[in-house]
């Protein structure tokens, strides 16, 4: 008796499963023709749809990013913050010539330009230079030896293009994000020397934009100027003048101010 009662249980469990498998079996071949027959656009929206959540609170600072999921929340990037196109610029500025062994040269300079649009501006320089001796030179003089023959610039005038291939944004810690540009300038103009001339100086340079508002920014520059100049350069004094060539790297900090205002982004 046992033994029949087995053999009937074992054939209604095969009868289950066998009928559970035909079941999903149908469920599946049913879902698969559904995806056929459903247009894609009506897919996508439904997908869409399911997937779309509450709207989020708007983030207040770099911190609440951390809480942004994948793929849901995107921090858009905006377009410049500081305008520059038909507008003018006044960059007043302070530097020094950093490779000058003998003297340190200060200067005061200007900058006043105007932007054609965002990627280029043309730019006019003028500069006042002041020296002062470091111990070396006047530890040498009294030696035979003439420091007020080193050439050293007194002034600088000249015309520049500006060109600004790049723009972005960089975090300041985590309190705020400051807007800069790069741009890269070349030009021309003329330097007046201790020596009374006034050789032809070809200038080049780089420096970075940060934007503070829409009108002021913070701006540094890193220019080199190559020019041709008759010096007295020697041991023994009354050498007659003979031409030599000088290049003077500059480096300068300043503040940046535009104007009109901006009425526009």
């Known amino acids: 008796m046992i033994k029949k009662i087995t053999i009937f249980v074992l054939i209604a469990c095969s009868i289950s499963s066998l009928a559970q498998e035909t079941t999903e079996l149908d469920q599946e071949n049913l879902y698969e023709k559904e995806l056929k027959t459903t247009s894609p656009s009506l897919l996508n929206q439904e997908i869409q749809e399911s997937d779309r959540e ?28 500081l305008p520059k196109t ?43 230079f002041t020296d ?28 520049d293009i500006r060109w600004t291939p790049f723009y972005g944004k960089m975090g300041f810690f985590t309190d705020s994000i400051i807007p800069f540009d790069m741009y890269f300038s070349l030009g021309a103009g003329v330097t007046g020397t201790n020596e009374n001339t006034n050789p032809f100086t070809i200038h080049a340079g780089t ?30 004094t009354g050498q007659p003048k003979r031409e030599d060539t000088f290049t003077d790297i500059q480096i300068s900090i300043g503040m940046s101010f535009f104007f009109p205002e901006a009425s526009y982004r």
């Open 54 to 81: 509450a709207p989020r609170e708007n983030l207040k600072s770099l911190v609440e990013l951390q809480k942004l999921a994948p793929f849901e929340d995107v921090a858009v990037i905006q377009k410049r913050f």
């Open 86 to 128: 038909e507008r003018f610029e006044f960059f007043p500025n302070i530097g020094f010539i950093a490779n000058n062994a003998f003297f340190l040269s200060a200067y005061f300079q200007g900058r006043f330009g105007y932007a054609f649009s965002e990627k280029w501006a043309i730019e006019a320089i003028a500069a006042i």
């Open 132 to 159: 002062s001796k470091y111990k070396v030179t006047k530890d040498i003089e009294g030696k035979q030896v003439k420091t007020e023959n080193l050439i050293i610039p007194e002034s600088y005038y000249g015309l």
């Open 207 to 236: 420096g970075q934009i940060y934007a503070i508002k829409k009108w002021m920014a913070f701006r540094w520059d890193l220019s080199m100027y190559y020019y041709t100049s008759e010096t007295e350069v020697g041991i023994q």
